[in-house]
């Protein structure tokens, strides 16, 4: 008992300090930074808007990302539930009175920035699912109530998302969730008979699709069938990655981005930027970067004590993997374009607050890293 309450008791400041883990710390301030300078290559070598603005963000949220992390992992555990209903009241406001833009209704204004609901969701339902498999004993894992609870906990949320439309968004919210199913002890044949279903019911799916959603599926199929119009950023994006070589262009010389040949190259096509101008070898370097970020958050998980910590570290490393892997995917046109921010390097203040508090609670996760959670 005395050991027990030996390892739960609060540390001080500066042990906290030493349990940091500096090498994610030091990875997540070298992406910072080697994202501020795509940055300032988007605005022409110039220190305008985005520069501006993306800079500001990161000196707002870094210091956040610290001082969640210096929050007890057992308050993460506490509010986990209470997070992810915050963020579907968030939603419900966006879907009446939220900002409208380009035919989609996604954002509200918080007067000092406009912030996305749907990217926060991203980590509120790996927290609040996190929380529900700790709690719940293992043979009530696979009962017909507690796989029904889940789903509609990840469910509501995706409808919401859909609604705004945000297609996109709503895949990454569902795979977040599902992820923590299959860590949380959910039998292999229920993903096999989901699938088996959703392949199935895929025609009728379709059919509900926006008409520019539909476009986009098409254009992936083939870019070529309209190279000026659908097709124009997926063929720029592959002609700005293949005339980086190897070595790339150098920086501020890439002529596809400066040329403006490369549409929405600060967001969603910040890779093929960065690829243009490093080649290869520095995509190679900004991929190992991102292994070592996911490597060392599953680390964290693996060593914690409380399984809460585990499935929030092991759901969020996942997570982090699947938005490289759509992002890339996407702008190398091996998927169609769906939305998906490349995490830290692309422009978007709600993305990278997400992603920042994703990393707080995980260096909190290691800080406390000895800790039980009841």
């Not at 997540?28 to 080697?34: D, E, G």
């Not at 949220?61 to 506490?78: D, E, S, V, Y």
């Not at 992002?327 to 995490?343: F, Q, R």
Request: proline fraction near 3%; include cysteine; charged fraction near 15%.
């Amino acid at each position: 008992m005395y050991q027990r309450d030996r390892l739960n008791s609060e540390l001080s400041f500066f042990q906290k300090i030493r349990e940091i883990d500096y090498i994610l710390l030091i990875c997540i301030i070298l992406l910072s930074i080697t994202s501020l300078l795509v940055m300032y290559s988007t605005d022409g070598g110039e220190i305008l808007y985005h520069t501006k603005s993306h800079f500001s963000k990161l000196v707002v949220f870094f210091p956040l990302m610290i001082l969640i992390a210096f929050f007890n992992i057992r308050h993460w555990h506490t509010f986990g539930y209470i997070f992810y209903f915050v963020i579907i009241l968030l939603l419900l406001y966006v879907s009446f009175f939220g900002l409208k833009s380009s035919g989609s209704r996604r954002w509200m204004d918080l007067y000092l920035f406009v912030l996305q609901p749907s990217e926060l969701m991203k980590i509120a339902i790996i927290l609040c699912l996190a929380k529900y498999y700790h709690r719940i004993k293992i043979e009530n894992v696979n009962t017909f109530t507690s796989i029904m609870l889940v789903l509609t906990i990840i469910l509501v949320p995706i409808i919401l998302v859909i609604s705004q439309p945000d297609l996109g968004t709503s895949v990454l919210i569902a795979l977040s969730g599902l992820i923590i199913l299959w860590l949380g002890g959910v039998k292999v044949k229920y993903f096999v008979y989901s699938f088996i279903t959703f392949l199935i019911s895929l025609p009728f799916i379709i059919s509900f699709l926006k008409p520019y959603q539909k476009l986009r599926i098409l254009t992936f199929l083939d870019p070529d069938r309209d190279p000026l119009g659908a097709g124009y950023q997926i063929i720029q994006s592959k002609i700005a990655i293949g005339s980086g070589g190897l070595e790339g262009k150098g920086f501020l010389k890439g002529t596809q981005s400066y040329l403006d040949f490369l549409p929405e190259k600060h967001t969603d096509f910040i890779f093929t930027l960065f690829s243009e101008e490093f080649g290869f070898i520095g995509s190679v370097g900004l991929l190992i970067l991102y292994t070592i970020i996911i490597f060392r958050i599953i680390r964290i998980g693996a060593l914690s004590r409380s399984n809460f910590s585990k499935l929030f570290c092991f759901g969020f490393a996942f997570s982090i993997f699947i938005y490289i892997v759509v992002n890339l995917s996407m702008v190398l046109g091996l998927l169609p374009i769906v939305g998906s921010p490349l995490p830290i390097m692309s422009y978007g203040g709600s993305s990278m607050l997400a992603t920042m508090i994703g990393f707080g609670i995980v260096l909190s996760a290691k800080i406390n890293r000895k800790q039980t959670i009841a």
